[in-house]
């Protein structure tokens, strides 16, 4: 079993909206990633956990809160997102050995 | 500063020849490559790694090479089919601060094999 699970797959919400991404795995990995991609883009790093406690910020805007109540779970909390904000966004997981990063479908999220 | 690049935006290959794609990277703590198959508004699919200690790495119609002294690596698929057709990104990992595996990205290219 290689999956990641990410929900829901579309997001729309206001600017002055609150919302949450979830994303899951069940494969014992013990870190998680969360990554931003636009469109014609690759994907960009925005945070990663490591052992539950998060290890990468990569200066991203407090408008964006990640959360990870457990090893199996991973949560981006949103908050006053502008519409530029607007992008798919990636949930990953990292398995071993081997290095290899799994990912989730995405959320597609659109700021109004 | 893109530390990963992938110089060919878009590739078109007829079917049952060699794809080849390339990637160049700056950051010499790299330590592991992947290469990654995408489609629109999906996630990116895990195709082929290689570790900075071989050269050399293949599975099934998929083979990675790596050249370490020029920091260049390549993706082969032979042969290509019609439904290699997607995005290909290559990406490089470092260790970071306490074991950390932090994955930066290149820029993509379009494969495109013609039937």
């Known amino acids: 079993d290689t999956e990641v699970t990410q929900t829901p797959k579309h997001l729309v919400m206001g600017m002055t909206n609150k919302k949450s991404l979830k994303c899951e795995q069940h494969?014992?990995?013990?870190?998680m990633y969360w990554y931003k991609q636009k469109a014609k883009k690759p994907p960009e790093l925005m945070f990663v956990?490591?052992?539950?406690?998060?290890?990468i910020n990569e200066s991203v805007p407090s408008r964006f809160s990640p959360e990870c109540p457990n090893s199996s779970l991973l949560n981006l909390h949103l908050h006053a997102l502008q519409p530029e904000d607007s992008a798919l966004y990636l949930c990953?997981?990292?398995?071993?050995?081997?290095?290899?990063?799994?990912f989730g479908s995405g959320t597609q999220l659109s700021v109004l | 500063d893109q530390q990963v690049k992938q110089n060919s935006p878009s590739l078109s290959v007829q079917e049952g020849r060699i794809s080849i794609l390339n990637c160049d990277y700056t950051n010499s703590m790299f330590d592991y490559f992947l290469w990654y198959k995408k489609y629109p508004a999906e996630g990116p699919t895990f195709l082929i790694s290689?570790?900075?200690?071989?050269d050399k790495n293949e599975d099934g119609r998929f083979t990675v090479f790596l050249n370490k002294s020029a920091k260049h690596l390549s993706l082969h698929i032979v042969p290509s089919q019609p439904g290699d057709s997607a995005v290909y990104f290559c990406?490089?990992?470092?260790?970071f601060g306490s074991g950390t595996y932090k994955y930066i990205f290149g820029t993509g290219t379009r494969l495109k094999v013609l039937a």
């Open positions: 990953a997981s990292l398995g071993t050995p081997g290095q290899k990063l799994f």
């Open positions: 494969m014992g990995h013990r870190a």
């Open positions: 990406a490089a990992s470092a260790t």
């Open positions: 290689i570790s900075s200690i071989k």
């Open positions: 956990y490591s052992y539950e406690k998060l290890s």
